[in-house]
């Protein structure tokens, strides 16, 4: 879809996952309660969204696409990518190399790329706690909360 416009540098990292994930192409994922509690929160806002997104043949899943059409294409979209302990180096509040690759890729395919950390997450007690942080994330990423649409200047 875009390989026209990608860089031979691209194209050679999503080759080289593809290779050496093809094994697990075919594999859905399991959602995590924390991947849920989130998506729920997103339902409860009326915030359109996908759950688990194959991108890049499969290489990759996105825990949760915001955004109305096609979640494939990236062009306002924001990839919204629920991440546990194993995304970052050991204690650290730093992205490990996967997680740093994945994002930078996403961001390539056109998605406003919004990291949902368990270090944030975890101490917010209560659904209008985490309603308005949600909020202030998505507004944070240029989402317009009322027209429900990604404002360009997010991007």
């Known amino acids: 879809r875009k390989e026209e ?13 593809r290779a050496s994930y093809d094994s697990h192409a075919a594999a859905q994922p399991d959602s995590s309660d924390f991947h849920l509690e989130v998506s729920h929160m997103l339902e409860l806002l009326g915030v359109p969204h996908t759950n688990e997104v194959k991108v890049f043949e499969g ?8 955004g ?8 306002g979209k924001i990839a919204v990518e629920v991440d546990g302990p ?16 994945k994002r930078w890729l996403l961001q390539r395919e056109g998605y406003t790329v919004l990291s949902i ?3 944030d997450w975890g101490p ?6 985490r309603s308005a942080y949600m909020e ?5 990423a240029g989402w317009n909360m009322k027209t429900k649409r990604l404002e360009l200047g997010g991007q």
Do not use: C, M, W
């Open 68 to 75: 109305e059409g096609d979640p494939t294409d990236g062009l």
């Open 5 to 17: 416009g990608e860089s031979r540098f691209a194209r050679r990292v999503k080759e080289a996952l």
């Open 59 to 66: 290489v990759y899943h996105i825990d949760i696409v915001v």
């Open 124 to 129: 917010l007690q209560g659904g209008a706690v």
């Open 86 to 101: 194993s995304h970052f180096v050991v204690g650290t509040e730093e992205p490990n190399a996967h997680t740093a690759l």
């Open 117 to 119: 950390p368990y270090f």
């Open 136 to 140: 202030y994330r998505l507004e944070e």
